[in-house]
């Protein structure tokens, strides 16, 4: 890639058992709205955001046995499943190319579709010293 991506972090997601629940105690404690529940069936979960002016709290449930979010609560693990780095400007779909030419372990063939109509892909988090890193572009890839 010739051109440096310039990266910002969007928003930290948090597995939940109960969004539902999730989103009523979130509420309480920030003093916040959340964003209406959205459906991602390309990840099997259901979505939604608190915006802390910068950075956003993304709740996620699972919505089927498959899940990844179902896969990680299933393993006794709660709390910070993922960072995500939104990309403003250049393409994301160069980006996931050019990490994987360099090794770099990217979930998936390409970009795919994300909430807010966004475009996203994984970086596993076995090359991130354990964290899963999302990367994510609004309106797809430009």
Do not use: W, Y
Request: a negative charge; one cysteine or more.
């Amino acid at each position: 890639m010739t051109e440096k991506p310039r990266l910002r972090v969007d928003h930290i997601g948090i597995a939940v058992e109960n969004l539902e629940e999730a989103r009523e105690h979130f509420s309480k404690l920030l003093g916040a709205s959340p964003s209406p529940v959205e459906e991602v069936p390309s990840e099997g979960v259901r979505v939604s955001f608190f915006d802390l002016g910068g950075c956003r709290l993304e709740l996620l449930e699972a919505m089927t046995p498959e899940s990844p979010i179902k896969k990680f609560l299933d393993q006794g693990r709660t709390g910070v499943h993922h960072v995500a780095l939104a990309l403003d400007g250049g393409d994301l779909g160069t980006l996931h190319a050019d990490l994987a030419s360099r090794g770099m372990p990217v979930l998936g063939p390409g970009p795919r579709a994300g909430s807010e109509g966004s475009q996203i892909f994984f970086v596993h988090p076995k090359a991130t010293s354990g964290v899963l890193l999302e990367f994510s572009q609004k309106g797809g890839t430009k």
